[in-house]
């Protein structure tokens, strides 16, 4: 059974950082580019950022660029968003996705910029 779960999500005053990690299980998650999108009410899902198989290369959304940083760790089948500097524009419902032969998907976390 393919799971992908993420965590790490809240509240947090604007500047802020939080840390999201999303977990894999029941594929080669080491086979995966991984991504993180969000979604905003109102508004469509939108990537935020991606990272390669191998973790060779990244790129962001233009919005997140300097303050976001994705990594991943095979061994562990995870990948992580490290936010900074957080603004109110940032709240979202985070979700991971995993992309080869096909795409996974998780339930995705909240994130909430706020004072």
């Known amino acids: 059974q393919v799971q992908l779960v993420e965590s790490g999500g809240g509240l947090v005053q604007p500047g802020g950082s939080l840390r999201l990690s999303c977990v894999g299980s029941?594929?080669?998650?080491?086979?995966?580019?991984m991504s993180w999108y969000r979604q905003a009410p109102g508004k469509e899902r939108e990537l935020v950022a991606a990272?390669?198989?191998?973790?060779?290369?990244?790129n962001y959304a233009d919005s997140v660029k300097g303050r976001f940083t994705i990594s991943r760790d095979n061994g562990k089948s995870a990948v992580y968003l490290q936010m900074n500097s957080l603004k109110p524009e940032d709240t979202a419902v985070y979700y991971c996705?995993?992309?080869?032969?096909?795409?996974?998907w998780g339930q995705g976390t909240q994130v909430t910029v706020s004072s």
């Open positions: 996705k995993g992309t080869y032969l096909r795409a996974y």
């Open positions: 029941g594929f080669i998650f080491s086979s995966y580019a």
């Open positions: 990272i390669t198989s191998t973790g060779g290369s990244r």
